[in-house]
């Protein structure tokens, strides 16, 4: 999967409410990723929303059309290297992040993201969007 990007949450967000600019990077990127944990951050906010059942098709639609890239053991063990290291370095982010950027280096994949603290992650190429 090298070369490919995973959307992170605030990306995807930002799609949804038809940002020009990642408009044109997402097409102009070619093919990206979603994963389990950011459809999970995204359907909570849907049913959390006042146009619940509107938003909760386009995140259907969304999966539909995109990879879905799941958590499995190796990615467990990815979580734990990428918690203790960043515990090390004094530096935490939200444990979300620490499955997201755990796929995105068991992967090898970029994160298209507005989050800096996935630059504190070793291995993990950060693609702002």
Not at 71 to 82: H, S
Request: with cysteine; proline share 2%; aromatic share 6%.
């Amino acid at each position: 999967m090298a070369g490919k990007a995973l959307l992170d949450t605030n990306v995807i967000i930002r799609l949804f409410d038809s940002d020009p600019e990642l408009l044109d990077l997402k097409v102009q990127r070619g093919e990206s990723l979603l994963c389990s944990v950011v459809l999970g951050e995204l359907y909570f906010g849907a049913y959390n929303s006042q146009a619940v059942q509107k938003n909760l098709a386009r995140l259907d639609d969304l999966a539909q059309l995109r990879s879905v890239v799941s958590c499995d053991e190796r990615t467990a063990d990815e979580y734990g290297k990428i918690k203790s290291e960043l515990r090390a370095k004094g530096r935490p982010i939200p444990d979300n992040d620490i499955w997201i950027a755990a796929l995105v280096r068991q992967h090898k994949l970029a994160i298209a993201t507005r989050d800096n603290h996935f630059r504190h992650v070793d291995g993990v190429a950060v693609e702002e969007w």
